[in-house]
C-alpha cells in the first residue's frame, strides 16, 4: 500500500472520527484562532517593542548633548 494510499486512509478517518464528535472539532477550531491570534499579537509587540528601545537607545546615546558645564 502506497503513502499516499494511507495518508487519505489517516485523514478519511480523522473526518469521520470530527463528525461524530463536532465537540473535539469546535475545540480543534478555537485552538487554531487563539494560536493565530497569539502569533499576530507577538509580531506586532515585537515590532512596537523594537522601536521603543530603539528610541530610548538613541536618546540614551546621543553625544551631541553637552552637559551645562561644557562649551
Known amino acids: 500500500m ?3 494510499e494511507q ?3 489517516v485523514a478519511t478517518g480523522i473526518v469521520d472520527g470530527l463528525k461524530t464528535q463536532p465537540l473535539a472539532l469546535a475545540l480543534i ?3 487554531l484562532l ?3 491570534v ?3 499579537v507577538w ?3 515585537s ?3 523594537a522601536e521603543f528601545v530603539g528610541s530610548i537607545m538613541q ?3 546621543d553625544i551631541t548633548a553637552k552637559p551645562d558645564g561644557f562649551k
Open 2 to 4: 502506497p503513502i499516499s
Open 7 to 9: 495518508a487519505g486512509n
Open 29 to 31: 477550531v478555537l485552538n
Open 34 to 36: 487563539f494560536v493565530g
Open 38 to 40: 497569539g502569533a499576530y
Open 43 to 45: 509580531k506586532s509587540e
Open 47 to 49: 515590532a512596537r517593542r
Open 59 to 61: 536618546k540614551c546615546l
